[in-house]
């Protein structure tokens, strides 16, 4: 089963970084794609960024690009997301997923960019 | 970007009812769309993919449909678990995007 564990957010001010980590177990991360999903408050999902297998190749949606970092180490199972630079609109929960089509998820991790 | 618009936005709905909850993309997706589940407070949950096929272990009365830019969820037989907030996906191109979300709500 797939099990995501997220870990990382908290409250940030604008302009700092953070950095989330996700712990994957259940299944064979090494040969997964993987996502990150946010979540503004009361709002809905937006996708924002996936990582190949061995990490050769990333891809973000636009108003992340050139902030945020999605990187993996597969000899731990785990995923990370570099933000920088971040915004209050970068204000969400923030989930891990299994695979680029989103089959397993965490249960989040809230970040907060507040002054 | 393909622009995923969802309809309708809210729906309030019996239990037993059957409901359809449909999905447009601004371009030919062919069948890269999914269908997820979302409950307040929870994370998402996967009810569909490639268009038509049940994630494991949901329930039968979940059906998707479609091709090309039109796609619906159908809920054949609504049960009190599946009041909740949906939502399409598609992974067709980057960047992906959601359609903005069906909140089924309880009559």
């Known amino acids: 089963e797939v099990q995501l564990v997220e870990s990382g957010g908290g409250l940030v001010q604008p302009g700092g970084p953070l950095r989330l980590s996700c712990a994957a177990s259940?299944?064979?991360?090494?040969?997964?794609?993987m996502s990150w999903v946010r979540q503004a408050p009361g709002k809905g999902l937006e996708w924002v960024a996936n990582?190949?297998?061995?990490?050769?190749?990333?891809n973000y949606v636009d108003s992340v690009k050139g902030r945020f970092t999605i990187s993996r180490d597969n000899a731990k199972n785990s995923l990370d997301l570099q933000m920088s630079s971040l915004r209050v609109e970068d204000t969400a929960v923030y989930y891990c997923?299994?695979?680029?089509?989103?089959?397993?998820w965490g249960q989040g991790t809230p970040v907060t960019v507040s002054s | 970007d393909i622009q995923m618009t969802q309809s309708p936005s809210s729906l309030s709905a019996s239990v037993g009812d059957k409901v359809t909850i449909t999905c447009r993309a601004s371009?030919?997706?062919?069948?890269?769309l999914g269908w997820f589940q979302q409950k307040p407070g929870k994370a998402p949950k996967r009810l569909i993919y490639?268009?038509?096929t049940l994630h494991s272990g949901v329930p039968s009365r979940f059906s998707g449909s479609g091709s090309g830019t039109e796609f619906t969820l159908t809920i054949s037989s609504l049960q009190p678990e599946d009041f909740a907030t949906y939502y399409c996906?598609?992974?067709?191109?980057?960047?992906?995007?959601f359609g903005q979300g069906t909140n089924l709500e309880i009559k």
């Open positions: 371009q030919d997706i062919r069948n890269d």
């Open positions: 997923a299994s695979r680029a089509w989103l089959e397993g």
């Open positions: 996906l598609q992974h067709r191109t980057y960047p992906y995007t």
């Open positions: 259940g299944f064979p991360f090494s040969t997964y794609w």
């Open positions: 990582i190949n297998e061995d990490g050769s190749k990333k």
């Open positions: 490639a268009t038509s």
